[in-house]
């Protein structure tokens, strides 16, 4: 429909809180730069107004504020940010912090940190939005009743795949999935009981996080990925799968390309995973993180 100038602006004035899109991201050590360039790309294309949760470490804390303050006007508007802790509420937060890279287990806790939020949308620091984030929040109306979280493939082709090689435990599909874009129903997480392989009965999100990590963790090597694989393969009714290109790493153009829907479609969400951005074997990536960036 055409717009007539200040129209969407008026409608964004009064849009009430519960239909705000809720972004978290996890930042710790150096992913500083990294974790504002994200929260760029989801500024820079999005039409609804966003509510950041960002984690961080105590030291990064200002360093986001000022940050984040600096932005145009015409920027901030479209955001408001909380920061907060570090914190793991079961088990032993110096294991969870060791977990696979400094403090990205966090993300595992966020049904029980973010108590009043009902969906959310967790991406780690190394993604790039190249489309409105509301187009990936949509895909919340295609769960099913029994759905409540929705993430992409590790892999397309299993032969090649991480998990369909070498994974020592369970995982969800033929070739696992990637936790790096989780979208995630909260309210459905926090009210699931989960079957597991430690009891009969089903256990709830949080009290099944520490014993699956203390029976697992010795054949874990991606971490709290593992770990929602772990939980997803026991779980797969819960899961909605979502296409490549909503999660769209090096690994689709690294032996040729194997995205379908990003070659028919475009790249949706960029997920700049082992370090491209920063080096120079995927020039493509590097240029498009440096374009937001800059």
Known sequence: LPRRPGELRSFQAVLPRELWIHLA????????????????????????KMQFHIFTEDSLKPEFDKQLRQWPDSYTKKFEHRI?????????????????????????????????????LYVDTDVLFLRPVDDIWKLLRQFNATQLAAMAPEHEIPKIGWYSRFARHPYYGSAGVNSGVMLMNLTRIRSAQF?????????????????????????????????????FYFNPECLYV????WNYRPDHC???SNCKGAEREGVSVLHGNRGVYHDEKQPTFKALYEAIRD
């Not at 360039?37 to 039409?47: E, G, I, P, R």
């Not at 079961?90 to 400094?102: A, D, M, R």
């Open 254 to 256: 690294m032996y040729g």
């Open 195 to 231: 079957k597991n392989s430690m009891i009969p009965a089903g256990l709830a999100w949080e009290d099944m996080l520490y014993p699956l990590y203390q029976k697992y963790k010795n054949a874990i090597t991606w971490g709290d990925q593992d770990l929602l694989n772990i939980i």
């Open 242 to 245: 979502f296409p490549c290109q």
């Open 25 to 48: 991201v996890v930042a710790c050590g150096n992913r500083l730069e990294e974790t504002l360039v994200m929260l760029k790309s989801a500024v820079l294309f999005s039409h609804r």
């Open 84 to 120: 907060y802790p570090i914190t793991f509420s079961v088990g032993n937060p110096q294991e969870w912090k060791k977990l696979f890279k400094p403090c990205a287990a966090q993300r595992l806790f966020l049904p029980v940190i973010l108590k009043d939020v009902d969906s959310l």
